[in-house]
């Protein structure tokens, strides 16, 4: 396994867009890949170089092998059914560190911090709800709301204490969006959790907790991707504002 003590916030989100789109990765040019993640050429080939290889080119060849073997573990398989552990790609990270940044933030931010909104839409909404519960379990005044034209109170709050709490698995659903730029506004603090950091509503939030999966549909459109590591990071995010208690 790969050991991340010395890559940089940088290198951690190209290292983790790698291992999360192994087929975009396969198919981009060094340059391609760079203007998707939104990095440097040079940030993609250090990285790849801590990753223990001399060339992206060694590292795309490395891969394409794993893919091929991959295949062929599969064809020699006897069984019908596909077994997929979406999120264990996920916690096989050293989350506690590709979060430092993200959760030192956070929880200065909170020192200040008085009433939490949640806000969602669909399979994010319930999470909102389980988010403000778990907010409100450790002593955080906590609401939750899942209808972007609902009226919220704009008088008698703290501005400086004001922070909305916003999940999309893609960042760029449209009322999600429209509400966070609504809430920032009327001086809310913006944290948002998302499939990737290079989103809409990632790139206007003050603090963004990415996860970096692989996205999942099925008929219709229907967004499938696991939102297991969402839990984790509501979960996380509960626990460290409850030890300021």
């Known amino acids: ?46 990285c790849v170089k801590k990753m223990g290889y001399d060339s992206f080119y060694e590292f795309k060849f ?18 019908d059914i596909e ?18 940044h993200e959760l030192t933030a956070f929880k200065k931010l909170m020192l200040n ?18 988010g403000a519960r778990q907010f409100m379990n450790f002593g955080v005044n906590s609401i939750y709301n899942i209808d972007p034209f609902y009226p919220l109170p ?9 922070v909305a709490i916003m999940l999309s698995v893609s960042g760029e659903t449209p009322e999600v969006i429209e509400r966070a730029v609504s809430l920032k506004s009327d001086n809310f603090h913006i944290i948002s959790i998302t499939n990737n950091n290079y989103s809409t509503l990632a790139k206007i939030s003050e603090i963004n907790f990415s996860y970096n999966v692989k996205p999942e549909s099925i008929k219709n459109n229907l967004n499938i991707t696991t939102q297991v590591p969402v839990i984790f990071i509501l979960e996380s995010l509960a626990r460290n504002i409850g030890q300021r208690k």
Request: charged share 20%.
């Open 113 to 130: 911090a008085n009433n939490i909104l949640f806000f969602g839409i669909g399979t994010s909404g319930i999470l909102a709800q389980y």
């Open 83 to 100: 077994i997929i552990d979406s999120s264990h790609d996920f916690f096989k990270r050293p989350l506690l560190q590709q979060y430092a």
């Open 154 to 162: 704009k008088e008698g709050q703290d501005d400086t204490k004001r």
């Open 1 to 46: 396994m790969i050991d991340l003590k010395n890559f940089t916030p940088t290198e951690i989100l190209i290292y983790n867009y790698l291992i999360a789109h192994p087929d975009e990765a396969l198919k981009l040019s060094i340059r391609q890949l760079a203007s998707t993640i939104h990095v440097s050429s040079a940030s993609i080939i250090r």
């Open 62 to 79: 490395d891969l394409k092998q794993q893919k091929l073997t991959s295949q062929t573990e599969k064809l020699a398989t006897n069984y």
